[in-house]
């Protein structure tokens, strides 16, 4: 019996091309997605999985999180520093009038 009949094909290592689109395929899916999955999904290492991780956010195709990836921007949630002022501003006020030691 011929070797190669016997490989499964998802075990094959998939073209860049192919790794990015199922990428974004599962992402569509998922909205987001962990480095472990892609390396068991696609039989590729960690650091090839980071490298179309990179490719794919500097063509602004996703978001890289810690981990993974995300269709949506995790600093999205963000507030802007003038709304940030009143969140907790009593615990901000009371460690202000704290005494420093240095």
């Known amino acids: 019996?011929?070797?190669?009949?016997?490989?499964n094909p998802t075990h094959i290592m998939k073209s860049?091309?192919?790794?990015?689109?199922?990428?974004?395929?599962?992402l569509q899916e998922n909205g987001k997605l962990s480095i472990p999955q892609l390396i068991e999904e696609m039989?590729?290492?960690?650091?090839t999985v980071r490298k179309d991780?990179?490719?794919?956010?500097?063509?602004?195709?996703?978001?890289r999180t810690r981990g993974g990836a995300s269709m949506q921007?995790?600093?999205?949630?963000?507030r802007p520093i003038n709304e940030k002022e009143f969140i907790k501003s009593d615990e901000k006020n009371a460690l202000l009038k704290r005494p420093w030691v240095l």
């Open 53 to 63: 991780l990179k490719l794919l956010e500097d063509k602004k195709l996703l978001f």
């Open 16 to 26: 860049i091309t192919e790794r990015h689109q199922l990428i974004l395929q599962k």
């Open 43 to 47: 039989n590729v290492s960690g650091v």
């Open 73 to 78: 921007n995790p600093y999205a949630i963000e």
């Open 1 to 7: 019996m011929n070797p190669l009949n016997t490989i």
